[in-house]
C-alpha cells in the first residue's frame, strides 16, 4: 500500500468473453412499422364512444340519401285530408306507437254519439274510428254558450250602457188572431246571486211597430206566466195583430239587473195555419235560445241586453281514435265522373253498363278505388252517364294501394314527417359539409400564413379579420340573402364570408405553439423549406384542436339556418330542418311528435359530431403518438 492506497492485481483468468462463441446480429423489430394516419386510427377504434358516434353517424346520412330518394310518400303536393295523422309503427290497439291519439275532457254530443270533431268526418266514420270511449255518466254545468249544452236557464241581464232597452225579442212577427186561441206560457226561475248580481224587475209584451201590448207589466213576480194573447188582442179592440214577443229587464244604477228564463212557449188551436211560425218563437231548451252561433235556429231570438245561459249541461268524454281509421277507412259516398269510371274500365277494375244501373258494377281488381256504386246520374238530352256516386276506401280515394304508414306521423300539409326530416337532414348536411370544407380550406392557408410568418403580416391579416369579424354574422347574411335571392348557394356564400375566421385564429394560436420548437429550429437547420417546415412539421402537430373544431362547424352550420328560418330567412323552395322546425314549432302543444321527432333526429347528430370530432382530436394528436 502507497500513501494509504491499495494496490489490486487482476489476473488474465478474471475476464471472460461471454460472446466469443455466437454471433451477433440486428434483431428483427417485434412490431409493424407505420404511418401517421394508421396509428390515428388505431387510436380512434379504441375509442369506443367515438366508434360508436361514427356509426350513429354513418346512419343518419344513409338515411339521409336513401329516405328521399327510396320513400314514395307525398313532400310535395299538400294534403289535407292526411294533415297531423299519429305516429304508427304497430297496428292499431297495441297501445303504443300504433296511430291512435288520446284525448281528453272533449264535449261529446249526445245527438249524435260521438266525440265533438270536425264536421268534414261523418259520423259513421266517427264511429269506425274510435277504439276506446268513455262518457262521463254525470252532466257538466257550465255558464257558457255551448253547441252540444242542454237544458239550462236563459239569463237575461241589463248593460249599463243601454238605459231602459235591455229587452230580447222574437226575430219574427208572428200573426195572431183572436179566434186562434193564442196563449204564451212562461217559466221563470227564482236562483239569486247569478253572474254576481241580482234578480231584478222585467216585463213581458206583445210589440207591434210603436205599439205595445203589455202581458206582464214590470214587477219582480217570477211566478208562471200564462198569458190569453188573444184575450188582450179582445181588450184592446183588435182582431188580429202581427207582433213580436218581448222581455225587457229594467236597467238599475247601481248593479245589473237579470230575469232567469227556463221556457216559453206559444200554443194556439190545432187549426191555425202559422204552426210553423209559433214554433220559431217557442223555446223549452235555453241552450237552443242562447246559441247564437246558428241563425237558423228555430228559438233564436235578437237581444238589445245581455243574453246568457245558467246551468247549461254538457258531457265530456275521453277517448282513443284511430286517426288512420279516420282518414283512410271506410270513405263516404264521393262523386265520380264518368271519364274516372272508364278509365277503371279500361284498366280492367271493373265492369259497369249504366243502362242497367249500379247493381251492373263488378270489380275485378283490389286497385280499383271504389266497392259500391250506389246511384248514377244520366244526361237527359244525350242519354249518356255523367258520373255516379260510389262508396269505397279511403285510401284508394288518396291515390294508395294500401293503407300507409308514416313512423313519424303527418305533419299539417299532410306530409310524411319520416321522409321531410331525412330530406332536411339531407339539404342541412350538404349545406354544412360544403359550408365547412370552403372554411377549413381557406381558414387552414390563412391561419398558416399569419402564424408561420408573423411581423406586419400577420398584424395586417389580424387587422382585416378583426374588421370583417366585428361585422354581425346575421347582418351579412341577411343583406347577401335580400340582395342575392334566398337559395341554396347564397346562404353558402353568407356564412363563409365570416365563417373562416375561426378556423384561422385556431390555426394562427397553434403556428405560435409550434413553430419555435427545437424539431422545426432543426430541420430549419437543415435546409427544410418553409413549406415543408409548415406541412411536414408544424401543421400535422396542430391538427388535433383544428380538425375538432372543424367537424363541429357543420353541426354549427345547421343549427344557423335553424336561427334563420325562425326569421323568416330559411332556405325556400328546399326542405330543411330549420324550415321545418319553425313551421312546426307552433304545434308542439297539441302535436308534440311534429317537433320532438326531428329535433331528436337533430339532436342524435349533434351528439354524434361530437363524439366523432373528440376521436379525431384524440387520434390526430401526435402527442399521443404509439400510446395505448
Given amino acids: ?17 461471454i460472446q466469443q462463441d455466437r454471433q451477433v446480429k440486428d434483431r428483427k423489430l417485434d412490431t409493424k412499422p407505420t404511418t401517421f394516419f394508421k396509428d390515428a386510427m388505431r387510436r380512434f377504434r379504441k375509442n369506443k364512444a367515438s366508434v360508436a358516434g361514427s356509426i350513429i353517424l354513418g346512419i343518419l346520412i344513409i338515411l339521409a340519401i336513401l329516405v328521399p330518394a327510396l320513400s314514395t310518400c307525398n313532400i310535395t303536393t299538400v294534403s289535407t285530408p292526411e294533415a297531423f295523422l299519429a305516429p304508427k309503427l304497430f297496428e292499431a290497439g297495441t ?19 260521438v266525440p265533438a270533431l270536425s264536421d268534414k268526418y261523418s259520423v259513421e266514420a266517427v264511429k269506425a274510428a274510435i277504439v276506446n270511449i268513455t262518457v262521463d255518466a254525470e252532466p257538466t254545468k257550465i255558464d257558457a254558450a255551448n253547441p252540444y249544452g242542454h237544458g239550462g236557464v236563459v239569463v237575461l241581464a241589463t248593460d249599463s250602457a243601454v238605459e231602459n232597452k235591455n229587452s230580447v225579442m222574437s226575430s219574427k212577427a208572428v200573426n195572431f188572431d183572436v179566434k186562434g186561441e193564442y196563449k204564451l206560457d212562461v217559466v221563470f226561475s227564482e236562483e239569486e246571486g247569478v253572474a254576481n248580481s241580482e234578480a231584478g224587475e222585467y216585463a213581458v209584451y206583445l210589440k207591434a ?7 206582464r207589466d214590470f214587477s219582480r213576480d217570477y211566478s208562471p206566466l200564462s198569458a190569453d194573447i188573444s184575450q188582450t188582442l179582445k181588450e184592446a179592440g183588435l182582431d188580429s195583430l202581427r207582433a213580436q214577443i218581448v222581455f225587457e229587464v229594467k236597467s238599475a244604477a247601481s248593479n245589473f239587473q237579470y230575469v232567469l228564463i227556463e221556457s216559453a212557449v206559444v200554443s194556439a188551436l190545432e187549426t191555425v195555419e202559422n204552426a210553423e211560425d209559433i214554433a220559431e218563437v ?14 237558423n235556429s228555430l228559438a233564436y231570438w235578437s237581444c238589445t241586453g245581455r243574453k246568457g245561459i245558467h246551468n247549461s249541461e254538457i258531457y265530456y268524454c275521453d277517448y282513443v281514435l284511430d286517426t288512420y281509421a279516420l282518414v283512410y277507412g271506410d270513405a263516404d259516398l264521393m262523386t265520380y265522373s264518368a271519364t274516372e269510371l272508364n278509365n277503371w274500365i279500361d284498366a280492367g277494375y271493373c265492369t259497369y253498363d249504366y243502362k242497367v244501373g249500379p247493381e251492373s258494377f263488378v270489380k275485378l281488381s283490389d286497385d280499383c278505388p271504389i266497392d259500391v256504386v250506389e246511384s248514377q246520374t244520366v244526361m237527359g238530352i244525350t242519354k249518356k252517364l255523367s258520373n255516379i256516386t260510389a262508396r269505397g276506401y279511403g285510401y284508394r280515394k288518396l291515390g294508395y294501394d294500401e293503407m300507409p304508414k308514416f313512423l313519424f306521423g303527418t305533419d299539417a300539409a299532410g306530409f310524411d314527417l319520416f321522409k321531410r326530416s331525412f330530406a332536411g337532414l339531407r339539404t342541412s348536411l350538404i349545406l354544412g359539409v360544403c359550408t365547412a370544407v370552403f372554411c377549413f380550406t381557406f381558414g387552414l392557408i390563412w391561419g398558416s400564413v399569419s402564424g408561420y410568418f408573423g411581423g406586419s403580416i400577420d398584424l395586417w391579416m389580424e387587422r382585416f379579420c378583426e374588421i370583417l369579424g366585428g361585422v354581425p354574422w346575421i347582418v351579412i347574411v341577411t343583406l347577401c340573402i335580400l340582395h342575392l335571392g334566398n337559395n341554396f348557394f347564397t346562404f353558402i356564400l353568407a356564412l363563409c364570408l365570416t365563417g373562416w375566421i375561426g378556423t384561422a385564429h385556431r390555426t394562427r394560436t397553434q403556428f405560435y405553439r409550434f413553430k419555435g420548437r427545437e424539431y422545426v429550429l432543426a430541420s430549419r437547420t437543415l435546409g427544410a423549406s418553409d413549406i415543408r417546415l409548415i406541412f411536414k412539421h408544424i401543421l400535422p402537430n396542430s391538427m388535433g384542436t383544428i380538425i375538432t373544431a372543424s367537424v363541429l362547424m357543420v353541426t354549427s352550420v345547421i343549427f344557423s339556418e335553424a336561427t334563420l328560418a325562425y326569421l323568416n330567412l330559411g332556405l325556400q323552395g328546399l326542405q330543411s330542418f330549420g324550415v321545418m322546425m319553425s313551421n312546426n314549432q307552433k304545434y308542439l302543444g297539441v302535436y308534440p311528435n311534429l317537433v320532438i321527432f326531428p329535433a331528436a333526429v337533430m339532436a342524435l347528430m349533434m351528439i354524434s359530431f361530437n363524439l366523432f370530432g373528440n376521436g379525431l382530436r384524440d387520434a390526430f394528436n401526435p402527442a399521443l403518438k404509439g400510446s395505448e
Fill in 95 to 113: 297501445g303504443f306507437w300504433d296511430g291512435t291519439r288520446k284525448s281528453t275532457r272533449i264535449v261529446y254530443d249526445m245527438e249524435k254519439g
Fill in 209 to 215: 211597430g210603436d205599439d205595445v201590448f203589455m202581458l
Fill in 1 to 17: 500500500m502507497a500513501d494509504g492506497k491499495k494496490n489490486i492485481a487482476f489476473r488474465e483468468d478474471d475476464f471472460v468473453l
Fill in 282 to 295: 217557442s223555446f223549452t231548451d235555453a241552450s237552443d235560445f242562447v246559441n247564437e252561433s246558428d241563425a
